[in-house]
């Protein structure tokens, strides 16, 4: 099992040319809450960014 059963998880595909993949890929991505984790499409992942490039709020 790569994943408990009781694990909070978010399943992320990609395939195809505008993916950028030339096979289909599938990423399991363990999850718990307070993580931290940015993913690219929530405001933590662009507010990490502003942060690495010198911006401020």
């Known amino acids: 099992m790569l ?3 009781d694990t909070a998880r978010i399943l ?4 195809g040319t505008v993916a950028t993949q030339s096979v289909f890929h599938l990423h399991i991505v363990p999850r718990q809450e307070g993580d931290g984790l940015p993913l690219p499409w929530t405001p933590q992942h662009a507010a990490r960014a502003a942060a690495q490039n010198g911006a401020t709020a």
Do not use: N
């Open 3 to 5: 994943v408990r059963a």
């Open 12 to 15: 992320i595909t990609s395939k």
